[in-house]
């Protein structure tokens, strides 16, 4: 036999395409991808569950008075206070959303469509600032307003930031005015 046609008969076809084990490796990779997300989903809720110690959230009076202060913004979630990434989840409180607040002498209305509303009574108030982050966002320096409060035994801090952030000035001055004035109130009663 000739070189060439020795080389002519070597010669197979290409391999033709394994779909049985190409299916086999995207299932599986499917049934990977759902079991961490179903595991992400179990320990979302297992925090809950440790958080369940937390009252319910306090639901805005039927007079509130005028408003103070109003934004329009995000509302990023809450975590425990002074730990920024202890994310609290409890009474839907780790759920970011689309968030309306509205100052007043009562306290702090946050309005959230599609997750739940609450209310921070401004005797629960203690403390507003600028900061960078809040559990899993992290913004520019003072890109977030940041309000402490009290709910049961516990400080929470929630993360806002506006659709105009040169408000957040505005909101830390106001909200830590307000809370300077009620606890002098207290001081003299």
Same mark, same amino acid.
């Given at each position: 036999m000739t070189p060439v046609l020795w080389l002519a008969a070597e010669k197979e076809s290409a391999q033709v395409t394994d779909w049985a084990a190409r299916i086999g490796w995207v299932v599986g990779l499917a049934l990977f991808v759902a079991l961490v997300y179903w595991l992400m989903r179990e320990g979302w809720k297992w925090r809950g569950t440790l958080q369940g110690d937390l009252p319910e959230l306090p639901t805005p009076p039927d007079e509130t008075?005028?408003?103070?202060?109003?934004?329009?913004? *995000?509302?990023?979630?809450?975590?425990?206070?002074?730990?920024?990434?202890?994310?609290?989840?409890?009474?839907?409180?780790g759920t970011r959303s689309r968030a309306e607040l509205t100052l007043t002498d009562a306290g702090l209305d946050v309005v959230r469509p599609g997750a739940s509303d609450f209310f921070v009574p401004a005797a629960q108030l203690r403390e507003a600032r600028l900061d960078k982050g809040i559990a899993g966002k992290v913004l520019t320096e003072g890109g977030l307003l940041v309000v402490t409060w009290e709910h049961g035994d516990k400080l929470i801090d929630s993360?806002? *930031?506006?659709?105009?952030?040169?408000?957040?000035n505005e909101w830390v001055e106001a909200i830590n005015s307000m809370i300077e004035t009620n606890s002098r109130e207290g001081a003299e009663r």
């Open positions: 008075g005028p408003a103070r202060l109003t934004m329009s913004g *995000r509302y990023h979630g809450s975590t425990t206070a002074g730990q920024w990434l202890d994310r609290i989840v409890a009474h839907g409180l993360g806002f *930031r506006s659709d105009h952030a040169a408000e957040h």
